[in-house]
């Protein structure tokens, strides 16, 4: 069953998902992979709806088939009907239910087109699937956050190739949120300010790392990224969560979105990348501290022994050349 | 030219070292590779030696060629030849010079032979090493701590076959070590005792997580483990500090980890890892709330947009199950 264990060394919780292994050897311990580029096989392709669990939501304007569909998870992190009691065993070491939930949206009837080569449209109605999914999922009062994010190639940890996003809802505030809303918050109480309209500001005024903008948004890579390409999208008017976001807001996102995942797909040959949204956590969506925004994180190298040991990363490209690099890239007509 | 630079949004520095990076276009973004299975052509194997940086240190007993070798990287995160200035530019953005050091430990001079099957005494003079390097480097006053790891596979991320360890002396104490102090010290203040030997403790009492033990040192699969065969090892006697160890514990400490690796090793297939000696930064060598311990990171699952967003870990594979399985792992005789 799943559930959640506390590591007092970081004061974090970790989540314990046994289904998602199978028998214990070698590397099947790890995630389930189960890669079927064949279109007739792929439980995501329409046709064969009857693979996946059933149906949560799906799109289908105009009596055409459906346009994004959202299944459950199949082999869930957390899940909906576990309690979320807390426990500390006779040794002191903490555990709790693996209460929440675990969603998967797939883009697009198309197996094998990837998110950038979508029309703006089809982009804008992942976008806003995604909203409406994290905001009836943080209806349930027992959620603390709501992760949306999608893994993009083997390395960034797809298992399935036909491009999707996926939700997972937490019953605590994970560790690096609760860090971000931290830092955010003090720098709030010291300036007034929200830390990051104030780094988009920066960013807006130095140039030299910004990658595009437009109306709504501003898509840089920040001064201290962590890996190579990393780059930041975020709102240019304050917004704590992506639950809030207007639908032309989403719009102008859609829009970003593809062309910054363009200059990188394109000039950097279909890299593997992460890409999340963080958000405020339950409770301070109407605060004044934090700003929601997207975060893709290019897998082009490894975190190793030493970013282990020490939580520092080591990042070999600078991002104004990162960023330089993206700007020039050539966009297909 | 390395240097560091501060991110405001989780309070830590990003190493930025653009001489470990080549041209910029793809994968030549990543890490430099040079894996050279050819013998001849390893920089690593007796008889290359000039094809290394001047060598720091080495072990020729009784006569015979170099049993260890320390060189320094020849792609430094860290040098110690940059200065530790620390800037704010116009926009409030902080940096600081590259200071540090980063050095090779080469763990025998054969090519092909992992840690695990070497002697007892082999593994002991690496660990020796690693403990003299350590030292040496943290009499240099500028830095505050020094991070001794080992990468064990590509997806570990070893650019080099020849088994090899390394240090990195940074100028700041790291994100996650400061953190792991902060919740020790936290730990000490409330209960007057150190979390960490609290938890070797209670690890030997349930026995259900225990790997393998001798009279210095226990072996667990920790209750929180963040992936699947995480194990750790700790002193049975308070000590703050690796550079601390006298040698009758680096002995004992050389033969435990045979033992661990073995059963890593030969029951998982020969898996990835990253190991990392985890161990108090300057100034808190005499503080009795830090137990210095190895910990073993095999990479049998990548962490992807859920960890990346949230920081928090998805682990298949409970502890239970991680040491049991490695507890009756059938070793070589």
Known sequence: MPHLRFDETVSGWVIFSPSRSRRPHSRSFADPVADT????????????????????????P????????????KFPALRI???????????????????????VLIESPEHSVFLPYQPIDQIERVLRTAQSRYNDLMRDQRFQTVIVFKNHGVSAGTSLAHPHWQLIATPVVPRLLRLKHFEAAEYFDRTGRCLYCVIAKRELDAQERMVTANKEFVAFCPYAAHVPFETWILPRKH??????AEPD??????????????????GLDNPDYNLTI?????GDEEKSYFLWHLRILPRLSEPAGFEMGSGMSINTVL???????????????
């Open 278 to 282: 963080d958000t405020a956590p339950r």
């Open 319 to 333: 991002p104004e050349e990162s960023a330089k690099f993206l700007r020039e890239v050539d966009l297909p007509a």
């Open 239 to 244: 917004q704590s969560s992506f639950g809030q």
């Open 62 to 73: 105009n009596g055409r088939g459906w346009q994004v569909r959202v299944i459950p998870n």
């Open 37 to 60: 580029t064949e279109h007739n096989h792929c439980p995501f392709c329409p046709g064969n709806e009857k693979l996946t669990p059933p149906e949560i939501y799906a799109e289908r």
């Open 249 to 266: 807001k989403l719009a102008a996102l859609a829009s970003l979105l593809k062309d910054v995942l363009l200059r990188l797909t394109a």
């Open 81 to 103: 009907e576990e309690d979320r009691q807390r426990v500390v065993d006779g040794f002191g070491n903490q555990w709790m239910g693996g209460c929440g939930a675990h969603e």
